[in-house]
């Protein structure tokens, strides 16, 4: 009886102790996705919120094609070609084109403007088109392809490797999904690349051997009616190989949030009733809706957060500042993350009362004037006095610094003072930089020294008329002393000498 009373007391601790557990300890499921490799990451941090096998390599396969739009935008955004520039295509633009090439029937000797050639290449998918532009940027295939990875060297791709611009198949090809991330990433700061990545339909002017072409992206999350589109989604890139499946980097935002994913290596399922799912993009969309549905970005820290009361010395209405945030911290957060719990570490430049802070807090000082390390007297808005440190979720560590949110003026009196002190005193400049805690050296200051000289002077001078006067009053004293004695010695004999 007693060791079944003992069970249930336990079990009902145990109850007790999953109802109260905090908030910050449940943890979002994982998106359930297929693909071989798959990244989901903020567009402007770059913070990873999923990945799965982001670093094993794959071919590039149409992937090629992102690198070809942006050293193609870069070339018209900075005068090195003119979108409207025409372009003659040539027969070396189909030499490396195999029958399973994806390309428009732009023959040689067709003139087309550079634009035109951007849409029919990345829009719609002609390789010979993307070759075209890689001749007139890079002068021959190898010499693009060189371009096309020294950029991705620069954008940080270094599991990437490009040998032509269109992605048909080559041993030495090879890109991962982190990479694929980092590129299409940078190439969204290309206003003319994102506005052919998100383009759905393009119609090419008519040309002398064609009319005009109308080119449909193959990118589903753009068609507006199809049964994948994502209203948020505003530019990509798909790619599909009968060895690599289907593939897609692709961008999206909600908000303030902004959210690029990239899944490589997906391949379609048919439903017992023939359907079939494209889960390049079903899976896309998956990641999408997780990642809008569990992230948000969180004001973590305010300017308007005043973090402790600061003393000041010789203040003229206020005997302290208020410490707030430089600048407001936004972190990107999952929506189960209590930002309550995150450890502070406070750092002050200067003297404050410690029982202003709670337990998720700890204080530490690093003076700035080991001498006096109360804050005085006059204090500037916006003054640095200190940093906070504050410890997120996943271990990462962010140092805001914390400024005064008000100035205060010095006190009348305290200013005369120092104004008086300041004619006279000077700090010692030395050529070493003074060490922490090592004492101030001071000097009187040129003005003073040479007012003590004339002072000095003035008072040599004056005891020397001092004593100068003394001498000649004396010597006068006894000059006439000695004349009444003469006087009086005269008068004693004459008195003598008549009688």
């Known amino acids: 009886m007693i060791k079944r009373i003992i069970a249930i007391f336990l079990l009902i601790m145990i109850c007790l102790t999953l109802m109260v557990a905090p908030a910050s300890a449940v943890t979002v499921a994982s998106p359930d996705i297929s693909a071989q490799s798959a990244i989901l990451a903020e567009r402007y941090t770059g913070e990873v919120i999923f990945s799965r096998n982001a670093d094993i390599r794959h071919h590039t396969d149409s992937f090629n094609k992102v690198m070809t739009l942006l050293l193609a935008a ?12 025409l372009i003659t295509m040539t027969e070396s633009a189909w030499h490396d084109l195999d029958e399973y090439s994806s390309t428009l029937g732009i023959e040689p000797g067709e003139v087309m403007t550079f634009i035109d050639l951007i849409y029919s290449s990345y829009v719609g998918n002609a390789n ?12 021959s295939i190898d010499g693009f392809a060189r371009m096309m990875n020294d ?12 040998v032509n611009p ?55 999350l753009l068609n507006q009616g199809g049964r994948y589109h994502f209203r948020h989604s505003n530019a ?36 017992a009733d023939g359907a079939v799912d494209l889960r390049s993009f079903s899976e896309t969309l998956r990641l999408f809706t997780w990642g809008f549905d569990n992230y948000s970005w969180t004001d973590v820290l305010r300017v308007t957060d005043l973090l402790a ?34 450890y502070r570490h406070y750092v002050f430049f200067y003297e404050i009362p410690l029982d202003q802070f709670d337990e998720y807090a700890s204080i530490s000082f690093n003076y700035n004037n080991e001498e006096n390390p109360t804050l005085a007297a006059p204090v500037v808005a916006r003054q640095v006095i200190g940093e906070v440190h504050l410890t997120l979720d996943d271990g990462r560590i962010e140092v805001i610094p914390l400024v005064a949110n008000t100035s205060v003026n010095l006190s009348g009196i305290e200013y ?10 000077e700090e010692v400049e030395t ?48 000059r006439i002393k000695e004349a009444k004695n003469d006087i009086i010695r005269e008068r004693h004999q004459g008195f003598r000498d008549h009688h």
Request: cysteine-free; charged content about 20%; proline content about 3%.
């Open 74 to 85: 870069y070339a018209i955004e900075h005068d090195i070609v003119s979108e409207h520039q």
């Open 128 to 139: 010979e088109a993307s070759n075209m532009i890689a001749l007139h940027l890079g002068g």
């Open 236 to 271: 990509g890139r798909d790619s599909n190989s009968a060895d690599g499946g289907r593939s897609l980097v692709a961008y999206a935002e909600e908000g303030d949030l902004s959210l690029v994913s990239v899944v490589i290596g997906t391949f379609d399922h048919i439903y």
């Open 166 to 220: 269109h992605g048909q198949y080559h041993s030495a090809q090879h890109t991962t999904a982190r990479d694929q991330l980092y590129i299409f990433t940078e190439a969204l700061n290309s206003s003319l690349f994102y506005e052919v990545a998100s383009t759905f339909r393009h119609v090419t002017e008519a040309t002398y051997e064609s009319e005009a072409r109308t080119l449909t992206t193959t990118n589903a």
């Open 151 to 162: 950029r991705a060297a620069e954008i940080g791709a270094v599991n990437t490797h490009f």
């Open 416 to 425: 005369i003072r120092r104004q008086f002190i300041g004619l006279i005193w």
């Open 431 to 478: 050529d070493v930089p003074r060490m922490p805690g090592e004492p101030v050296e001071y000097r009187f200051t040129p003005l003073a020294r040479n007012t003590l000289l004339i002072l000095g002077g003035v008072l040599l001078l004056y005891v020397g008329l001092t004593i100068r006067y003394h001498v000649v009053r004396a010597n006068r004293r006894r």
């Open 309 to 342: 009361r600061v003393p000041v010395l010789h203040g003229a209405g206020s005997d302290f500042v208020n410490a707030r945030p430089e600048t407001p911290l936004s972190i990107l957060l999952s929506n189960d993350v209590e930002t309550a719990d995150f």
